[in-house]
């Protein structure tokens, strides 16, 4: 079959970022923001607002995506960015000062469950002066920018000439092709991605949330609630040596997802055995070609699906967990993945909304879970002024309803917990967090 025709001056969204436009589209439906995520960044010292945001509308008006809106291609029915005709500013900007770490928690908080101020804007930035500390915040929309990109998208607000800036921008990829070709390759991937998916869910699995995609209301009220550690440099050296030990070299994400497993069943506490189903993000980016693919979603996922009971041992979880990571690889699982979504942008994202609830019976998965690992945001200062911390606070959907995140910054491990607090008890996410914490040190 002959591939259909295309502009070569739109980007054209893959199958993945549909999926993403999916989620994001439910997130709208059931709570008061849509699929975002925000990097908070601790200031060595005060950043100069008004440079700050003339480097801001440089790039805003160097890259059409971020001002544009999503719409299909008449011809292919692919979908893509079309830029917006429209001047003026394409970003949220906010300034706030609070007084205490509690407030800042609050500040945090708000920030995370806070909507764009219009449809389609894809940014926004938070400056938080609390006593004699700056903080920015940069939520970014998930169908723009992942969390890998919102790190590579860090360094052109770095300390650079206008020149160099621009030539930046440049490198970045700003057109892409629909891959309106080799649809038997994607068809068959999509057969063997369903039949895993068929596999894993007839037995179910656990998720903490009283909530299912078929019986939840929306909240137009804040839902989400953030905790978070900074592990120190040496706490984070520890880490690695017992990951190492325990789970063999390059084995951080089974180690950390063994881990948390663990803590999501103790805190839990439900005294029999439970399934687990957790998909795990993978970044897909060829390592040289990383800025070039600074924009949209280039990820894919493994899927783990374990059982734990109360006398299960983090080395026979970990080794489950390992067995089947290098199943998956030599499947090439999260390469089928990908083929499998591009048929899938056919469909509205309404309808895929409603195929989103058949797995596990609406339940979704057991928890959320990433390790973004070391960071992307190499040149590590803003405009001039050194970045002392950055952490991830991702929004998570309900069910189910707790997400748990690790990134790694300057040498320091730094855990993020999101959770639900109308779909969880009290202080579900701030045990967990504890736990996973305890397990670690």
């Not at 939840?216 to 030990?245: G, H, M, R």
Request: glycine residues 4%; hydrophobic residues 40%.
């Amino acid at each position: 079959m002959p591939a259909l025709p295309y502009s070569k001056k739109r980007y054209y969204l893959s199958g993945i970022d549909w999926l993403i436009g999916a989620l994001n589209s439910y997130m709208h439906s059931t709570t008061s923001a849509g699929n975002h995520s925000t990097l908070a960044l601790e200031l060595e010292q005060k950043l100069d607002e008004v440079a700050f945001k003339g480097r801001l509308d440089m790039i805003c008006s160097s890259i059409p995506m971020l001002s544009g809106r999503i719409v299909r291609d008449l011809v292919n029915l692919a979908p893509y960015f079309k830029p917006s005709s429209r001047k003026g500013t394409r970003y949220d900007f906010w300034t706030q000062s609070v007084s205490s770490k509690c407030e800042l928690h609050d500040a945090y908080e708000a920030v995370l469950n806070r909507p764009f101020s219009a449809k389609n804007r894809y940014l926004s930035f938070t400056l938080i002066i609390c006593e004699d500390r700056t903080f920015l915040l940069m939520t970014f929309d998930h169908r723009i920018l992942d969390a890998r990109g919102a790190e590579l998208f860090l360094n052109l607000l770095s300390d650079q000439t206008e020149d160099e800036i621009k030539k930046r921008v440049q490198e970045i990829k700003i057109c892409d092709a629909p891959q309106l070709k080799d649809w038997s390759d994607k068809f068959e991937s999509g057969r063997t991605v369903q039949r895993k998916i068929i596999s894993l869910t007839k037995e179910g699995c656990f998720t903490p949330s009283k909530f299912t995609m078929k019986n939840i209301s929306k909240s137009s009220t804040p839902n989400l609630t953030p905790d978070f550690n900074l592990f120190s440099v040496d706490e984070t050296l520890n880490i690695a040596t017992e990951c190492e030990k325990v789970a063999g070299f390059m084995m951080e994400t089974p180690y950390l997802l063994a881990v948390t497993s663990l803590a999501m069943f103790q805190t839990a506490d439900i005294k029999e055995e439970l399934k687990y189903f957790v998909p795990v993000p993978i970044d897909m980016r060829v390592k040289n070609e990383a800025r070039k693919r600074t924009f949209c979603n280039h990820l894919s996922f493994l899927f783990f699906y374990f059982d734990i009971n109360p006398k299960t041992t983090l080395e026979e979880l970990i080794c489950e967990i390992r067995k089947q990571l290098f199943t998956q690889i030599a499947e090439e699982f999260s390469e089928n993945m990908i083929k499998a979504a591009y048929p899938g942008r056919i469909f509205p994202l309404w309808f895929l909304r409603r195929v989103m609830r058949f797995p596990f019976n609406g339940k979704m998965s057991s928890f959320v879970f990433a390790n973004v690992g070391s960071t992307s945001f190499s040149d590590e200062n803003i405009m001039g002024v050194s970045v002392k911390h950055l952490q991830h606070i991702p929004r998570i959907p309900t069910p189910p309803g707790v997400g748990i995140f690790f990134n790694r910054y300057r040498d320091q491990l730094s855990l993020t917990v999101t959770s639900d607090k109308n779909a969880l008890r009290d202080e579900f996410g701030k045990q967990l967090k504890e736990k996973i914490v305890n397990s670690l040190l």
